[in-house]
């Protein structure tokens, strides 16, 4: 079974920078894709990114594009969301997730772990 573990959330001013990892106990050839999520007070949980595990291939929502990266490091099987210039409408709770399909719907994903709090705010 894979277990996630979430890490790197925190209190960060507008326009901060933050970056989250998401540590596996094991990924398995079934789920090679790896998601992060966020979901706000009173909201839906939405897709921001996901990567996939042996090319590296991604996709960011249309809210986040140009200001966050996600990365991997198989090796260490933990995968990475770099944030930058943060917005107060960023501030939620960060999950990470696997899928064994190439969706940003959070449906199609499984294994969430516990996430991680972001507060964007001055």
């Known amino acids: 079974q894979v277990q996630l573990v979430e890490s790197g959330g925190g209190l960060v001013q507008p326009g901060g920078s933050l970056r989250l990892s998401c540590d596996a106990s094991?990924?398995?050839?079934?789920?090679?894709?790896i998601g992060w999520f966020r979901q706000a007070p009173g909201k839906e949980r939405e897709g921001v990114s996901y990567i996939r595990r042996s090319d590296g291939g991604t996709y960011y929502a249309a809210s986040i594009k140009g200001r966050f990266t996600i990365s991997r490091d198989n090796a260490k099987n933990t995968v990475f969301l770099q944030m930058n210039n943060l917005k107060p409408e960023g501030t939620a709770v960060y999950y990470c997730?696997?899928?064994?399909?190439?969706?940003?719907?959070?449906?199609?994903?499984?294994?969430w772990g516990q996430g991680t709090q972001v507060t964007v705010s001055s």
């Open positions: 094991k990924f398995t050839l079934d789920y090679y894709v």
């Open positions: 997730a696997v899928s064994n399909m190439l969706t940003i719907s959070p449906d199609d994903y499984h294994y």
